[in-house]
């Protein structure tokens, strides 16, 4: 199996993973803070055991100058993208939640393009501009005003690429990036945690178990293909977090929600089919 191969199928993993999440995360009872503090540590607690027996921790002693881009790592992508996602999904919904943060294409062409000197195609521009047109008809419902949170979702996947463009830089084995970023991200995370009311609730253990397994396959994905490659193969995730908020959360669909689903995965479609390359 190529690489190219390799990570494709690896991003489409982390697809259904993240599909599950929102309705994890709407399904909170407690501080946004306190659930993203304890969620990330407890991803690092399972992620550390598998680097030392794995051999990777070894890394982190011969280029010790890494440490500071997996903090930086840890600071955008967990830290501050984490609490704007827990946060936005509460005032929010977990269909909004879900969809909205696929704007994370757009942001992950402009990082992709600008930082990382990834070559962008016109079809991919095009699939993009129809990725965006489904963000609006989700966003607008028909109306003017928008939800409590759904700004704060939009920005969530600007930081998160921000990260994954240092994350692309680093080196460190994918593994390694995951577990420092959630260990430097959850520290960060619990002094907000603690001012607010820090408490424990079961879910944390389980978006913990998520974030580890979706942040370590994520990390060999983008190691294979580009990452706006990549972040466009998560774009239909909200289809799964859609079944899953009207069965366990009960929450309503709109036609918007479908119209806006619809251009979304017609554009993913479209530029999961791109060849990964850098520009000349």
């Known amino acids: 199996m190529d690489r190219e191969t390799e990570g494709t199928l690896l991003a489409f993993t982390v697809l259904v993973l993240l599909g599950l999440e929102p309705a994890v995360i709407k399904a909170n009872p407690v501080n946004p803070f306190a659930f993203a503090s ?12 598998v680097i030392l027996l794995g051999g990777q921790a070894r890394e982190i ?14 600071l955008f992508a967990t830290a501050i993208a984490y609490s704007l996602f827990s946060y936005g999904t509460r005032l929010s919904t977990a269909v909004n939640s879900a969809i909205l943060t696929r704007f994370e294409v757009f942001y992950s062409f402009l990082i992709s393009w600008l930082l990382l000197r990834e070559r962008i195609t016109g079809r991919a521009v095009v699939s993009a501009l129809a990725l965006i047109a489904g963000v609006f008809l989700v966003v607008a419902q028909g109306r003017v005003s928008l939800l409590k949170g759904d700004v704060l979702l939009l920005l969530t996947p600007l ?12 080196d460190y084995s994918p593994v390694t990036i995951a577990t420092l970023r959630n260990t430097f991200g959850g520290l960060l995370l619990l002094v907000p945690a603690f001012i607010t009311g820090f408490a424990f609730t079961k879910l944390a253990l389980a978006e913990g178990l998520i974030i580890a397994l979706t942040q370590s396959l994520w990390y060999l994905a983008i190691a294979r293909i580009n990452l706006s490659k990549a972040t466009a193969i998560l774009t239909p995730a909200p289809a799964l977090t859609v079944l899953v908020s009207i069965v366990l959360l009960g929450e309503s669909v709109t036609p918007y929600h479908l119209a806006g689903l619809a251009l979304i995965t017609l554009g993913t479609l479209a530029i999961s089919r791109e060849e990964s390359g850098v520009r000349e």
């Open 38 to 49: 304890l969620s990330a540590l407890i991803a690092s607690l399972i992620l550390w055991p």
């Open 61 to 74: 002693l011969e280029r010790p100058a890494e440490l500071r881009k997996t903090f930086l790592t840890g």
């Open 159 to 170: 930081f998160w690429q921000l990260g994954h463009a240092i994350a692309k830089r680093t």
